[in-house]
């Protein structure tokens, strides 16, 4: 019998008490014609009812995936939390690892779409990009000010690291997690550049990325990202992943030609 791929769906929660149920109930059931498919839920230390409403979800009979939930005793940050999740896929073997957000901001629906070209070996990771389709992201009633804030970032950075990604902020991800072996996550910052600085390490080891159209969603979620400081963080990283690139500086996280 030939054994089917694991594959983690990893849900990232701080204060999704509204939205969590929801984005449960949306993952395509289907996934698991395919995939033998578990869900990981780390809540950050929410300060609301996350973590009951996570388990009223696994008693109901609406949720037909194996469901794990864990609570970090002390909140770990965006990036922290994601070290932990992608630590737990590399020690229970799973061949890889999808990166849903708890506030519903991202479609599970196209998860099939993420999923399917890491399984077939066409790509280490994939992303979901609300850019592929023009001024699709506005019309989704993504902000102008991001908008074109995520338009700036994104091509200083595909100057700065020669690539051609459309969009480096999405947290829309899946990870083969051989991938992930690979390079050195865990030295990354625990704030929202971490998703900078891994995409950073996957091109300097070189591993393919692909991206996939995803919708925008904007709802009354609260955002937890200082723009501003999370401009000025990416843009460094950046610069500092280019400088260790001409040998001006060395950072061990970047450490993986």
Sequence with gaps: ????PKVLIFI????????????????????????????????????????V??????????????????????????????????????????????????DGQYAPECLHDLIEPVIKGEAEAVFGSRMMKPFGALKGGMPMYKFVGNKILTFFQNRMLKTSL????????????????????QLNTADFHFDTEIIIQLIFRGL????RPIPTYYGDEIC???????AFDVAVATIKAKMQFLGV???KK???F
């Excluded at 019998?1 to 089917?4: D, G």
């Excluded at 939205?19 to 395919?34: G, M, S, Y």
């Excluded at 996570?54 to 995936?65: D, G, M, R, V, Y």
């Excluded at 990870?175 to 992930?180: F, G």
């Design 12 to 51: 990232v929660a701080y204060n999704a008490e509204k939205t969590i149920q929801k984005v449960l109930t949306r993952i395509p059931e289907d996934l698991l014609d395919d995939y033998e498919v578990e869900i990981l839920i780390i809540d950050d230390k929410s300060s609301d009812d996350t973590v």
């Design 224 to 230: 937890y990202v200082n723009g501003i400081r999370y």
């Design 166 to 185: 459309s969009e480096f902020h999405s947290g829309y991800r899946v990870y083969s997690v051989e991938a992930l072996k690979q390079i050195p996550f």
């Design 53 to 102: 409403r996570c388990h009223e979800a696994i008693k109901s009979s609406h949720l037909k995936f194996k469901t794990h939930v864990k609570v970090n005793p002390k909140n770990q940050g965006y990036g922290g939390n994601q070290k932990i999740g992608y630590q737990y896929a590399i020690e229970q073997n799973y061949d890889c690892v999808a990166l849903l957000h708890g």
């Design 249 to 251: 500086i060395y950072d």
């Design 208 to 211: 393919r990325i692909a991206e």
């Design 254 to 256: 970047y450490d993986i």
């Design 1 to 4: 019998m030939v054994q089917r």
